[in-house]
T-cell receptor
Framework: DTGVSQDPRHKITKRGQNVTFRCDPISEHNRLYWYRQTLGQGPEFLTYFQNEAQLEKSRLLSDRFSAERPKGSFSTLEIQRTEQGDSAMYLC???????????????FGSGTQLSVL | RKEVEQDPGPFNVPEGATVAFNCTYSNSASQSFFWYRQDCRKEPKLLMSVYSSGNEDGRFTAQLNRASQYISLLIRDSKLSDSATYLCPVGGYQKVTFGTGTKLQVIP
């Protein structure tokens, strides 16, 4: 399978616990995005990387959220001290971003559904 | 002002009808425009790119108006299988941003 893969598909955790999600992008893609989505809303931007550099992190994101892409390949998203409001679908997407900045198509993974009890 | 704005709907239309959605964006420097389709509890999937000259893919027509900063999607001869949420991500040199999406329900 050469698409974007995310692990786990589902995560149930208790409030206050830490969770970590993994995303493996399409191999030749240099950009990787993390989004969060709740029912009835569009994907909300969290952060993105170009290769291993984290270019932007949403101002809405608290310090409990951190993401890494250490070698410019896979990425992890960690949420510390989870809260019930963190319950959502966490989507990863990858793309090829060139110098012209046009036609940047995102390819999504199936997402990780987080439930915080 | 939100970076990308869409009417969340729902748009309830009968089979065979023509329906159109708009999406406005705030960053005039935006360079890439698409329409994505998202089924319930699934990931978004690319429907079509949007080009300045407008483009068509079967029953779907997309248009871009840079002066007014909006893109549109026209669906002709709606099918039950078109029922989904339609998203219009906008990007450029920086991040790709989504709106809330527009929900379409095609009714028999």
């Amino acid at each position: 399978d050469t698409g974007v893969s995310q692990d786990p598909r589902h995560k149930i955790t208790k409030r206050g616990q830490n969770v970590t999600f993994r995303c493996d992008p399409i191999s030749e893609h240099n950009r990787l995005y993390w989004y969060r989505q709740t029912l009835g809303q569009g994907p909300e931007f969290l952060t993105y990387f170009q290769n291993e550099a984290q270019l932007e992190k949403s101002r809405l994101l608290s310090d409990r959220f951190s993401a890494e892409r250490p070698k410019g390949s896979f990425s992890t998203l960690e949420i510390q001290r989870t809260e019930q409001g963190d319950s959502a679908m966490y989507l990863c997407a990858s793309s090829t971003h060139g110098t012209l900045a046009t036609n940047e198509k995102l390819f999504f993974g199936s997402g990780t559904q987080l439930s915080v009890l | 002002r939100k970076e990308v704005e869409q009417d969340p709907g729902p748009f309830n239309v009968p089979e065979g009808a023509t329906v159109a959605f708009n999406c406005t964006y705030s960053n005039s420097a935006s360079q890439s425009f698409f329409w994505y389709r998202q089924d319930c509890r699934k990931e978004p999937k690319l429907l079509m790119s949007v080009y300045s000259s407008g483009n068509e893919d079967g029953r779907f027509t997309a248009q871009l108006n840079r002066a007014s900063q909006y893109i549109s999607l026209l669906i002709r001869d709606s099918k039950l299988s078109d029922s989904a949420t339609y998203l219009c991500p906008v990007g450029g040199y920086q991040k790709v941003t989504f709106g809330t999406g527009t929900k379409l329900q095609v009714i028999p």
